[in-house]
C-alpha cells in the first residue's frame, strides 16, 4: 500500500513552544537568619519535630528559625498539625527573617533514600511556582550524618526534583505561564568544584527527562515515527561532536530481513516505519565498552486485529506505547551534554504504528525475524515484542558487550507489581547487579522477576519456531523469554518492563521513567 503524507497535522493540532525552566543553581554555606531570598524551605524528618516539655524545637537549626521568629513557627506547626511526615508542608509568610517566606517539608523517618530527597524538592518546586518565588533557598535540618558523598547525591536529588517540581508540560493548552522560578540555592550540603559538577549533572539529566516526557505527552496525531525520527536526528545535529544518526526506510529494512518489525509496520498504518540508530562515541579517544540501549517506539497501538476493547483497555493511552524509545532517546540527550569518555552507546528505536486496515498483519500470520526464526503470531496486539524482536538483533550486529531494552510490553507486569516499579528481566546477575545499582542511585523503583525457562513450553508453535504470546499466567515472563530468542548469547542482556512506571494516572502525564537510570548506569561503564 502507498503511504499517505504523515497526519502529524491531523486536527489542527500544533503544539506550542514551551522552554524547560531555566534555573541556576548554587551550592552555599551560609547562616540561614541572613540569607535573603523569596522562600527558605527546611527539609525535616518526624524527628526533627520532636518538642521539649516546654514546646521548643529540640533540633538545633529549627530552634534558631524559630527564636528568630518569636517562636511564631513552633506554633504554626503545632497549630498546623505538621509532624514531619512525607507529604506534609506548610509554607508561612512571616516577618523576621531576611527570607519573604519560610517552608517546612516533611521527609518522613529518618531517611537517605535519594527518592525521598528528589521528592523534597519537587514539593518544593511546586510551592515555589505557587508562591511566584523568584529566588529560593533549601537546607536540610539534620545533614550533619550525611558523609561527603551522600550529601552530593542529596544535592543532586533536590535539584532534579525542583527542575520536575517546576516543570509542566503545557504545549497543548491554549494558555500557558512561565515559571518563576530563577534561582535555588543549596545550603549546608557543602561548596566546591564536586557539587557543582554534581549540580551541573542532574540539570543535563533533568533536560533528557523533560525531553522524555514531551515525547511520551505527545499525541499520535503529532508525535508519528517519521517526528519521532525527526527528534532523534535533531539529537545528533545538536551533539554532532559525539553523535551520528542513521534512520532506515522500509526498503533499508527488508534488506536487513526485518520482517518481524516488518509485519507490525509495513502495511497497516498510513505513517511509514522508521528504523532508528543513533551512535554516540566519546570525544578525544577510543570506547573501551560499547553498549545498547533499546526502546520500543510504537507511536499509537491500536491492538490491531485484536483490537483492544472494553473500560480497561486504556486504549486512548496507547500514545505511550512509545516510553521506552523516550527513555533512550532521553537518556541520549543528557548524554550529549555530559559527554562521557571511555563508552560507545548505540540508541535503537524500532518506531511504527499497529493499526489495522485490509493489508494489516493478521492473527495466524507467520513473520520471520532478522535472525532467521520464525514466529507465528497468534495476537496482533502482542506488537511490541514482535519490532523489538529485530532491533535487539540489529543491537547485537553492533559489536556490543551489553544490551538494555525498555518497554511498556506487558499489563502483566503492572498486575504484578503496580503503576511505580519497573519489571527486570535478566539471565545475568551481574548486569542486574549494574542497572539495580544504577537505579537506586537514581530512585526510580526496579525490581528483578524470574526468567522461568519451564514458562517456554506455552510459547510453543505447532508450525512456527515460536508463537508471540503464551498464557495469561506469568505473562510478563513469557514476554522476556520471548525477547531472549533474538539475543546473542555472548551479549549481557536486561529487558526492563516499564508498562506500570511510564505514565501518571493521578497527574494524567507521563513521568519520564527510565532516563535517569539508563544516563547513570552509562555513566558507571565510562572511564
Known amino acids: 500500500m502507498a503511504y499517505s503524507i504523515a497526519r502529524e497535522t491531523l486536527g489542527l493540532t500544533q503544539p506550542g513552544q514551551i522552554d524547560p525552566p531555566q534555573i541556576s543553581f548554587a551550592a552555599k554555606e551560609i547562616d540561614l537568619v541572613e540569607w535573603k531570598g523569596d522562600m527558605l524551605a527546611v527539609g525535616v524528618t518526624e524527628k526533627d519535630m520532636a518538642k521539649d516539655e516546654n514546646l521548643k524545637f529540640k533540633n538545633s537549626i529549627l530552634l534558631k528559625l524559630d527564636k528568630q521568629l518569636g517562636g511564631l513557627l513552633s506554633e504554626a506547626s503545632s497549630e498546623e498539625d505538621f509532624t514531619g511526615k512525607a507529604g506534609q508542608s506548610i509554607v508561612l509568610r512571616l516577618p523576621g527573617l531576611g527570607s519573604k517566606r519560610i517552608g517546612l517539608i516533611g521527609l518522613g523517618s529518618t531517611t537517605s533514600e535519594t527518592a525521598s530527597y528528589r521528592n523534597l524538592g519537587e514539593r518544593l518546586g511546586e510551592a515555589a511556582k505557587t508562591a511566584k518565588s523568584s529566588k529560593i533557598a533549601i537546607t536540610l535540618s539534620s545533614s550533619e550524618g550525611l558523609s561527603a558523598e551522600s550529601k552530593l547525591a542529596t544535592a543532586s536529588a533536590i535539584a532534579t526534583g525542583v527542575v520536575l517540581g517546576t516543570y509542566e508540560d503545557k504545549r497543548f493548552k491554549s494558555e500557558s505561564k512561565k515559571s518563576s522560578l530563577k534561582s535555588v540555592e543549596i545550603l549546608g550540603l557543602g561548596t566546591g568544584s564536586e557539587i557543582d559538577k554534581k549540580l551541573k549533572c542532574a540539570e543535563d539529566v533533568c533536560s533528557g527527562i523533560i525531553f522524555g516526557k514531551e515525547l511520551v505527552n505527545a499525541p499520535a496525531n503529532v508525535l508519528t515515527p517519521g517526528i519521532l525520527a525527526g527528534e532523534a ?66 507511536t499509537f497501538d491500536s491492538g490491531g486485529y485484536n483490537i483492544k476493547t472494553g473500560p480497561n483497555c486504556s486504549i486512548e493511552l496507547m500514545k505511550f506505547d512509545m516510553g521506552g524509545s523516550a527513555a533512550v532517546l532521553g537518556a541520549a540527550k543528557s548524554l550529549g551534554q555530559i559527554k562521557p569518555a571511555g563508552v560507545e552507546v548505540h540508541f535503537i528505536v524500532a518506531a511504527c504504528e499497529n493499526m489495522i486496515s485490509g493489508t494489516g498483519m493478521r492473527p495466524g500470520d507467520i513473520v520471520t525475524a532478522s535472525n532467521g526464526k520464525t514466529i507465528e503470531v497468534n495476537n496482533t496486539d502482542a506488537e511490541g515484542r514482535l519490532t523489538l524482536a529485530d532491533a535487539l538483533v540489529y543491537a547485537c550486529n553492533q559489536g556490543v558487550v551489553k544490551i538494555v531494552d525498555l518497554a511498556t510490553l506487558t499489563g502483566a507486569c503492572v498486575v504484578a507489581l503496580g503503576p511505580s516499579i519497573a519489571g527486570v528481566f535478566t539471565p545475568s546477575d551481574d548486569l542486574a547487579e549494574e542497572v539495580l545499582a544504577a537505579s537506586k542511585v537514581t530512585g526510580e523503583k526496579l525490581w528483578r522477576m524470574p526468567m522461568e525457562e519451564s514458562y517456554w513450553d506455552s510459547m510453543k508453535s505447532g508450525v512456527a519456531d515460536m508463537v508471540n504470546t503464551g498464557g495469561r499466567e506469568g505473562g510478563a515472563i513469557t514476554a522476556a523469554l520471548f525477547l531472549k530468542q533474538f539475543v546473542d548469547e555472548k551479549v549481557q542482556w536486561m529487558h526492563i518492563d516499564m508498562a506500570g512506571p511510564v505514565w501518571n494516572d493521578k497527574n494524567k502525564c507521563a513521568t519520564g521513567f527510565g532516563v535517569a537510570t539508563l544516563v547513570e548506569w552509562v555513566l558507571n561503564n565510562s572511564t
Not at 255 to 278: C, D, E, R, T, W
Not at 285 to 297: D, E, F, N, Q
Open 233 to 298: 536526528m535533531r539529537i545528533a545535529s545538536e551533539y554532532s561532536d559525539v553523535f551520528t544518526a542513521t534512520i532506515l526506510d522500509v526498503e533499508q529494512c527488508k534488506q536487513l530481513k526485518m520482517g518481524s518489525y516488518l509485519g507490525v509496520a509495513a502495511a497497516a498504518s498510513a505513517n511509514p516505519p522508521h528504523f532508528i540508530h543513533l551512535c554516540y562515541k566519546p570525544p578525544g579517544g577510543a570506547a573501551k565498552t560499547k553498549l545498547a540501549l533499546v526502546g520500543k517506539g510504537l
